[in-house]
């Protein structure tokens, strides 16, 4: 098979190029189709039961992802001076007619009701500001109206006035990039005074602004990294038509793969958006392998095609192993539950055998194609480019033989390196904050913390109460009525009428079946006689009553319920402030008392209660109540304000929350929920972690069992595995001692690390076996090991590191990340090697090398072909020395 | 010939008229429609004669409401009440009593509304399970009515000063009219289109649009009874096209000029409505 490709390829290049680049094209037109999707809550499937219950619960209660603008002004008056609120009232008015903002849920000073005491017995409700105020007096009072209505105060305006805020509910979050845009053109045209400042934010912002950026990282980043691995592999190489090959063809793969991935109608997630910069530096490497050791082995005159099989033969198995176990690292990412996350480990380790296939191909057919001059050239390139690797010529054997010197003090060192970085493993810190994705000086980050520094909090969470006890007293209803019934007879017969009422309503939930049986029963009583007028009233009375405890957050004790939560949550010390329901109800009640202080509570019955919400509901906004409570009072949210949107607090205000209930359990029947996007990132994040420990776990065990079977040999396959688990155990030791937050990024690096550093491993254990054979002699074996074999090492662990720093100039914080860290990796892993491996070795010699030589004598063909592939790294790098 | 009959019988530069003559209007009108006569071209003409039709019907009236308030996710609201009007002038002031009889909760809860043409109207409210009488200042007429979508200012009717009428077509069946406010201000709508009857004189359709031109609000008159010779809109439906919501208003047991008192429009009403009028 292998052969038959590859002289397939040799023999008809012009079909392998026409294929390619028909291939290419038809993906590079896919490319267009191409849908950002930057929702975190996407890191959860749609099905997961969390992400299902917010969504439920966003339905439930009306509510909508907002976009907040901030109006500050730092002034003696703060916002509250007549130019101020006047720019206030136009921006509003204005951010009303947007497309896909829920107009009447926008809430502003200048579109919220105001209740106040007008004189004895008068309440007055009106609009808090209709008109703009003509004097700093009028515009005075507006602040004190505001702030004597506990649920603005802190959410719609600061305490100190200098601040006010407009929430902009959106139809749909995805839109709100395009929102913020024309909000900020409306601001512009507004020509604020120079000390009215004003913010833009709220989570969804920041996931829409994310993803506009996120194609400026991947049109610059990505680019930006081919063009230093260009010049990396030029300064190593020396010779343009060398490196072009391995440069168009990781161009190939990345288009390739994303077209594909595109094409099948993927979203491009921050993820994915990864993807790129991952296959560049993965892609070239095999391939410089090739070209480097084609241009070793031709010579003048040669048949180019039969050096290619040569070559191939050779490199085959070893670049197969190296490509699959990356490839494995990667995919592993599919074990994990969040979806963004599967699509791009799966598609990078496509990547992967994508380019591996282009090595076997693509690059022979390129070598074949060459003119005889160009050959030549490339030949004479290569050998006159070993020059450049004198540094790390002096360098390498002389870190080989301190190493085989001081063996036990290495292994020692790396033990206690390992126990100190799991100290640091236990002290990470889970969390993220998707605004926190920004640096520092973005505006939506600068946006973010003016804005919490003034009002309650921008971040949302909802907990939500449900009373789901209702089945049960339904039938008592039902019970209590059929016995009404009973009695009538005989005098009065309904049961016939009776029974077909509760038939037609059976099935559907016990308060709907009340709702329409309270409105069928009344009109029976409308339009029946005396006798039977008499027996239904009875049922409609007990039908009544019913309703009256399943209109459960209607009543005091349930309203009480939700005060002794929110003081709670407050309690916390992490939450801004939160509102419900019960704020509504004592504020209304206070005003219709007469506005005293002392009347700041909830009314006494259930009746009470209703009657104070009609009186409510006679406002410019009625339907704000059903953001609080739902309109059959079965379930009620209370709104929770954050000013963090670290997942470490909210997960902190959860456990609050759980605390309080374990000695204040819930009434029976009632249950608690969750919801709000502050609330589903902490969800994926522990997702993730748990997600990450099974892919870590799966691809560990899987390259384990590789590197078994490309060694035969258990102790050589645990052996290749300890330079990768040092590197991960060091790297996310660092993470926790440093306290950088183990956040998604940093999830995702652990099976790329494996993937990749095990690499070096199969290098170094292959190299070092076929040595020691031919030697028998340890020095000998160290001295020939550090020679070629450690700088190709080196070289390769360069080139990827150094490929991946254009990501530390990239916009966004997840890829700085990754940047740096897959750079420290890749650095960390090789250097691992190099020390390690050999002390080890030099330790346990006896058994190690017993083994060696054992296995040298039944090696297989993988093996042997290993060796061919170090030997001739060894030939070349003796013959470049020569020149 | 009749058009100009019923013109003059209307006189234009008094807003009330003789709501007796009413049904002879409405005779005349058919009569007029019948005879294939010519359009009316006056829009104040026809606008006052659809608010005196839509809301001056008799000199007094008594109704059970029902209004069926559903939200975008189908969850309904049940409020039923039972109402008495008197007006104090036809065309002019009204006054409304507006006793709940469900849900039980609300049982009892008593509004009192004197509706005044030019000024903000007065309105009180009984709250019985808080024992509480409060005189209520509104400061417009557009807010909700009870919760519902429906505004008090449709409840009782916009007065025909505060816009500005066109009359932008005359199709068969009705007169479309365009409204905008003279103060855009004290409103959310930019203007309004009402669809009015030829022959009834009473709204198809109302439609509210807003600063974009863009419909958001919508009424229509489901169906329409002749009770006591009075056109009468027993059931309307209000959409709030932005939230997807909509209110059902049922009337049943409509009477006309039953002879209500002009006392009982008092605070004292407010706590002890009068049964023959409210129910028990």
Same mark, same amino acid.
């Given at each position: 098979?292998?052969? =038959?490709?590859?002289?397939?390829?040799?023999?008809?290049?012009?079909?392998?190029?026409?294929?390619?680049?028909?291939?290419?094209?038809?993906?590079?037109?896919?490319?267009?189709?191409?849908?950002?999707?930057?929702?975190?809550?996407?890191?959860?499937?749609?099905?997961?039961?969390?992400?299902?219950?917010?969504?439920?619960?966003?339905?439930?209660?009306?509510?909508?992802?907002?976009?907040?603008?901030?109006?500050?002004?730092?002034?003696?008056?703060?916002?509250? #001076?007549?130019?101020?609120?006047?720019? %206030?009232?136009?921006?509003?008015?204005?951010?009303?007619?947007?497309?896909?903002?829920?107009?009447?849920?926008?809430?502003?000073?200048?579109?919220?009701?105001?209740?106040?005491?007008?004189?004895?017995?008068?309440?007055?409700?009106?609009?808090?500001?209709?008109?703009?105020?003509? +004097?700093?007096?009028?515009?005075?009072?507006?602040?004190?109206?505001?702030?004597?209505?506990?649920?603005?105060?802190?959410?719609?305006?600061?305490?100190?006035?200098?601040?006010?805020?407009?929430?902009?509910?959106?139809?749909?979050?995805?839109?709100?990039?395009?929102?913020?845009?024309?909000?900020?053109?409306?601001?512009?045209?507004?020509?604020?005074?120079?000390?009215?400042?004003?913010?833009?934010? !709220?989570?969804?912002?920041?996931?829409?602004?994310?993803?506009?950026?996120?194609?400026?990282?991947?049109?610059?980043?990505?680019?930006?990294?081919?063009?230093?691995?260009?010049?990396?592999?030029?300064?190593?190489?020396?010779?343009?038509?060398?490196?072009?090959?391995?440069?168009?063809?990781?161009?190939?793969?990345?288009?390739?793969?994303? =077209?594909?991935?595109?094409?099948?109608?993927?979203?491009?997630?921050?993820? *994915?958006?990864?993807?790129?910069?991952?296959?560049?530096?993965?892609?070239?490497?095999?391939?410089?392998?090739?070209?480097?050791?084609?241009?070793?082995?031709?010579?003048?005159?040669?048949?180019?095609?039969?050096?290619?099989?040569?070559?191939?033969?050779?490199?085959?198995?070893?670049?197969?192993?190296? *490509?699959?176990?990356?490839?494995?690292?990667?995919?592993? %990412?599919?074990?994990?539950?969040?979806?963004?996350?599967?699509?791009?480990?799966?598609?990078?380790?496509?990547?992967?055998?994508?380019?591996?296939?282009?090595?076997?191909?693509?690059?022979?057919?390129?070598?074949?194609?060459? /003119?005889?001059?160009?050959?030549?050239?490339?030949?004479?390139?290569?050998?006159?480019?070993? !020059? *450049?690797?004198?540094?790390?010529?002096?360098?390498?054997?002389?870190?080989?033989?301190?190493?085989?010197?001081?063996?036990?003090?290495?292994?020692?060192?790396?033990?206690?390196?390992?126990?100190?970085?799991?100290?640091?493993?236990?002290?990470?810190?889970? #969390?993220?904050? @998707?605004?926190?994705?920004?640096?520092?000086?973005?505006?939506?980050?600068?946006?973010?913390?003016?804005? #919490?520094?003034?009002?309650? =909090?921008?971040?949302?969470?909802?907990?939500?109460?449900?009373?789901?006890?209702?089945?049960?007293?339904?039938?008592?209803?039902? %019970?209590?009525?059929?016995?009404?019934?009973?009695?009538?007879?005989?005098?009065?017969?309904?049961?016939?009428?009776?029974?077909?009422?509760?038939?037609?309503?059976?099935?559907?939930?016990?308060?709907?079946?009340?709702?329409?049986?309270?409105?069928?029963?009344?009109?029976?009583?409308?339009?029946?006689?005396?006798?039977?007028?008499?027996?239904?009233?009875?049922?409609?009375?007990?039908?009544?009553?019913?309703?009256?405890?399943?209109?459960?957050?209607?009543?005091?004790?349930?309203?009480?319920?939700?005060?002794?939560?929110?003081?709670?949550?407050?309690?916390?010390?992490?939450?801004?402030?939160?509102?419900?329901?019960?704020?509504?109800?004592?504020?209304?009640?206070?005003?219709?008392?007469?506005?005293?202080?002392?009347?700041?509570?909830?009314?006494?019955?259930?009746?009470?209660?209703?009657?104070?919400?009609?009186?409510?509901?006679? /406002?410019?906004?009625?339907?704000?109540?059903?953001?609080?409570?739902?309109?059959?009072?079965?379930?009620?949210?209370?709104?929770?304000?954050?000013?963090?949107?670290?997942?470490?607090?909210?997960?902190?205000?959860?456990? /609050?929350?759980?605390?309080?209930?374990?000695?204040?359990?819930?009434?029976?029947?009632?249950?608690?929920?969750?919801?709000?996007?502050?609330?589903?990132?902490?969800?994926?994040?522990?997702?993730?972690?748990?997600?990450?420990?099974?892919?870590?776990?799966?691809?560990?065990?899987?390259?384990?069992?590789?590197?078994?079977?490309?060694?035969?040999?258990?102790?050589? +396959?645990?052996?290749?595995?300890?330079?990768?688990?040092?590197?991960?155990?060091?790297?996310?030791?660092?993470?926790?001692?440093?306290?950088?937050?183990?956040?998604?990024?940093?999830?995702?690096?652990?099976?790329?690390?494996?993937?990749?550093?095990?690499?070096?491993?199969?290098?170094?254990?292959?190299?070092?076996?076929?040595?020691?054979? #031919?030697?028998?002699?340890?020095?000998?074996?160290?001295?020939?090991?550090?020679?070629?074999?450690?700088?190709?090492?080196?070289?390769?662990?360069?080139?990827?590191?150094?490929?991946?720093? @254009?990501?530390?100039?990239?916009?966004?914080?997840?890829?700085?990340?990754? =940047?740096?860290?897959?750079?420290?990796?890749?650095?960390?892993? *090789?250097?691992?090697?190099?020390?390690?491996? @050999?002390?080890?070795?030099?330790?346990?010699?006896?058994?190690?090398?017993?083994?060696?030589?054992?296995?040298?004598?039944?090696?297989?063909?993988?093996?042997?072909?290993?060796?061919?592939?170090?030997?001739?790294?060894?030939?070349?790098?003796?013959?470049?020395?020569?020149? | 010939?009749?058009?100009?009959?019923?013109?003059?019988?209307?006189?234009?530069?008094?807003?009330?008229?003789?709501?007796?003559?009413?049904?002879?209007?409405?005779?005349?009108?058919?009569? &007029?429609?019948?005879?294939?006569?010519?359009?009316?071209?006056?829009?104040?003409? $026809?606008?006052?004669?659809?608010?005196?039709?839509?809301?001056?019907?008799?000199?007094?009236?008594?109704?059970?409401?029902?209004?069926?308030?559903?939200?975008?996710?189908?969850?309904?609201?049940?409020?039923?009440?039972?109402?008495?009007?008197?007006?104090?002038?036809?065309?002019?002031?009204?006054?409304?009593?507006?006793?709940?009889?469900?849900?039980?909760?609300?049982?009892?809860?008593?509004?009192?509304?004197?509706?005044?043409?030019?000024?903000?109207?007065?309105?009180?409210?009984?709250?019985?399970?808080?024992?509480?009488?409060?005189?209520?200042?509104?400061?417009?007429?557009?807010?909700?009515?009870?919760?519902?979508?429906?505004?008090?200012?449709?409840? &009782?009717?916009?007065?025909?000063?505060?816009?500005?009428?066109?009359? $932008?077509?005359?199709?068969?069946?009705?007169?479309?009219?365009?409204?905008?406010?003279?103060?855009?201000?004290?409103?959310?709508?930019?203007?309004?289109?009402?669809?009015?009857?030829?022959?009834?004189?009473?709204?198809?359709?109302?439609?509210?649009?807003?600063?974009?031109?863009?419909?958001?609000?919508?009424?229509?008159?489901?169906?329409?009874?002749?009770?006591?010779?009075?056109?009468?809109?027993?059931?309307?439906?209000?959409?709030?096209?932005?939230?997807?919501?909509?209110?059902?208003?049922?009337?049943?047991?409509?009477?006309?000029?039953?002879?209500?008192?002009?006392?009982?429009?008092?605070?004292?009403?407010?706590?002890?409505?009068?049964?023959?009028?409210?129910?028990?």
């Amino acid at each position: 098979m292998r052969k =038959g490709i590859i002289s397939f390829s040799l023999r008809y290049p012009e079909f392998v190029f026409a294929a390619v680049f028909a291939i290419t094209l038809f993906l590079v037109w896919q490319i267009p189709k191409i849908k950002v999707d930057t929702d975190p809550e996407n890191m959860l499937s749609e099905q997961q039961e969390d992400r299902v219950l917010h969504n439920q619960i966003k339905k439930r209660f009306n509510l909508s992802d907002s976009i907040v603008v901030g109006l500050v002004n730092e002034g003696k008056d703060g916002v509250f #001076n007549p130019d101020s609120l006047s720019l %206030l009232r136009h921006l509003t008015s204005r951010i009303i007619s947007i497309k896909s903002v829920v107009a009447p849920d926008v809430m502003s000073v200048s579109t919220v009701d105001n209740i106040t005491q007008e004189g004895e017995g008068v309440i007055r409700f009106q609009w808090m500001m209709q008109t703009p105020p003509t +004097g700093l007096e009028q515009a005075q009072q507006i602040k004190q109206a505001v702030l004597n209505l506990p649920l603005l105060k802190n959410t719609l305006v600061s305490e100190d006035g200098k601040a006010t805020a407009i929430y902009v509910p959106l139809t749909d979050k995805h839109e709100s990039h395009r929102v913020a845009t024309e909000i900020k053109q409306i601001i512009a045209d507004l020509k604020p005074a120079p000390d009215d400042k004003l913010y833009i934010t !709220g989570l969804p912002v920041a996931e829409d602004t994310f993803g506009v950026e996120m194609f400026t990282q991947m049109s610059i980043s990505a680019p930006l990294a081919g063009l230093v691995i260009f010049i990396l592999m030029w300064f190593f190489f020396r010779s343009v038509t060398l490196i072009s090959a391995p440069m168009i063809m990781a161009v190939v793969t990345v288009v390739c793969t994303m =077209g594909v991935l595109i094409g099948l109608g993927y979203t491009v997630h921050i993820m *994915s958006s990864m993807i790129p910069i991952f296959l560049m530096p993965i892609a070239v490497l095999d391939s410089v392998h090739i070209l480097s050791e084609f241009s070793d082995r031709y010579r003048d005159g040669d048949d180019p095609s039969q050096v290619v099989e040569e070559v191939m033969s050779h490199l085959f198995t070893p670049m197969l192993y190296t *490509s699959l176990t990356s490839a494995v690292g990667f995919a592993s %990412l599919a074990f994990t539950p969040i979806p963004p996350v599967k699509v791009f480990g799966i598609f990078v380790a496509g990547g992967i055998l994508l380019a591996f296939f282009l090595t076997i191909t693509f690059i022979p057919a390129f070598i074949v194609s060459l /003119s005889q001059r160009r050959l030549k050239v490339l030949a004479d390139a290569a050998a006159s480019a070993e !020059g *450049s690797n004198v540094g790390l010529a002096k360098l390498l054997p002389r870190i080989g033989f301190g190493v085989i010197n001081i063996p036990k003090t290495i292994v020692l060192l790396v033990a206690a390196i390992c126990v100190i970085s799991i100290f640091g493993i236990t002290r990470i810190q889970i #969390n993220d904050n @998707p605004v926190r994705w920004f640096k520092q000086q973005h505006e939506i980050r600068i946006a973010d913390k003016v804005l #919490n520094k003034h009002f309650a =909090g921008t971040y949302n969470a909802f907990l939500v109460l449900n009373n789901e006890s209702n089945d049960e007293v339904y039938d008592d209803f039902l %019970l209590a009525a059929d016995q009404i019934v009973e009695k009538a007879k005989p005098a009065v017969d309904i049961s016939q009428d009776w029974g077909n009422l509760k038939h037609n309503l059976s099935g559907k939930s016990a308060l709907e079946q009340l709702e329409e049986m309270t409105a069928i029963v009344d009109d029976l009583i409308f339009e029946s006689e005396e006798p039977e007028e008499k027996v239904w009233q009875q049922i409609l009375d007990r039908a009544e009553d019913t309703y009256k405890v399943v209109k459960y957050f209607q009543l005091p004790e349930s309203i009480k319920l939700l005060e002794d939560l929110q003081s709670t949550l407050m309690q916390s010390g992490l939450v801004g402030k939160t509102n419900s329901f019960a704020d509504l109800v004592k504020t209304v009640y206070r005003e219709l008392k007469g506005g005293k202080p002392m009347n700041y509570q909830i009314p006494d019955s259930s009746a009470a209660v209703a009657q104070t919400v009609l009186s409510f509901q006679s /406002s410019h906004r009625p339907n704000d109540l059903w953001h609080m409570v739902t309109p059959d009072y079965g379930s009620a949210a209370i709104w929770i304000q954050l000013k963090s949107g670290d997942n470490v607090d909210m997960d902190a205000v959860i456990k /609050s929350v759980d605390d309080y209930l374990k000695n204040n359990p819930l009434p029976k029947g009632v249950k608690l929920e969750w919801g709000g996007l502050t609330y589903i990132n902490v969800i994926w994040q522990g997702e993730m972690v748990n997600g990450m420990v099974m892919s870590l776990l799966g691809s560990f065990i899987i390259v384990l069992l590789m590197m078994m079977m490309l060694f035969r040999s258990i102790k050589f +396959g645990l052996l290749a595995m300890i330079p990768l688990s040092v590197t991960i155990t060091f790297i996310y030791g660092v993470i926790g001692l440093v306290g950088k937050n183990y956040d998604m990024p940093v999830a995702v690096l652990s099976s790329l690390t494996l993937g990749l550093s095990v690499d070096f491993a199969i290098h170094y254990i292959q190299r070092m076996r076929d040595i020691n054979a #031919n030697t028998n002699d340890w020095n000998e074996t160290i001295g020939k090991l550090y020679a070629e074999p450690a700088r190709a090492i080196s070289r390769n662990a360069i080139v990827i590191a150094v490929g991946f720093t @254009p990501l530390l100039l990239a916009p966004l914080v997840p890829y700085i990340t990754v =940047g740096f860290f897959l750079a420290s990796i890749m650095a960390i892993s *090789s250097v691992v090697t190099l020390f390690i491996l @050999p002390a080890i070795v030099v330790i346990f010699r006896n058994k190690i090398l017993a083994t060696m030589s054992l296995a040298e004598t039944d090696v297989d063909e993988a093996a042997s072909q290993l060796v061919d592939f170090q030997e001739s790294d060894n030939d070349k790098t003796s013959d470049r020395e020569d020149v | 010939m009749i058009k100009l009959q019923i013109e003059r019988m209307f006189d234009m530069n008094n807003l009330m008229f003789h709501s007796k003559q009413l049904p002879v209007l409405m005779v005349l009108l058919g009569f &007029s429609l019948f005879a294939n006569a010519e359009d009316f071209t006056d829009v104040n003409f $026809i606008v006052r004669f659809a608010n005196l039709a839509s809301y001056y019907a008799g000199d007094d009236g008594q109704a059970k409401v029902r209004m069926t308030i559903v939200d975008k996710n189908g969850k309904k609201q049940r409020r039923q009440f039972n109402m008495v009007r008197k007006d104090v002038n036809e065309g002019g002031d009204q006054n409304f009593l507006i006793k709940f009889t469900k849900p039980a909760d609300v049982r009892d809860t008593v509004f009192m509304v004197a509706k005044h043409i030019g000024k903000d109207d007065d309105r009180w409210l009984y709250l019985p399970s808080i024992d509480l009488v409060k005189r209520i200042a509104a400061g417009d007429k557009r807010t909700s009515f009870i919760g519902s979508h429906f505004f008090y200012e449709d409840v &009782s009717g916009r007065g025909l000063d505060e816009d500005e009428h066109k009359l $932008i077509d005359t199709t068969d069946k009705e007169y479309i009219v365009e409204n905008t406010p003279k103060q855009p201000e004290s409103v959310e709508f930019a203007s309004y289109k009402l669809w009015i009857d030829k022959v009834t004189f009473i709204p198809n359709k109302i439609e509210y649009y807003n600063k974009v031109g863009k419909l958001y609000r919508s009424v229509e008159t489901v169906k329409l009874e002749n009770i006591q010779g009075f056109q009468t809109v027993v059931r309307s439906k209000i959409s709030d096209i932005q939230t997807g919501g909509y209110t059902l208003m049922e009337f049943k047991g409509v009477k006309y000029n039953a002879g209500v008192p002009a006392d009982i429009f008092t605070e004292r009403s407010l706590r002890n409505p009068p049964r023959k009028w409210l129910g028990k």
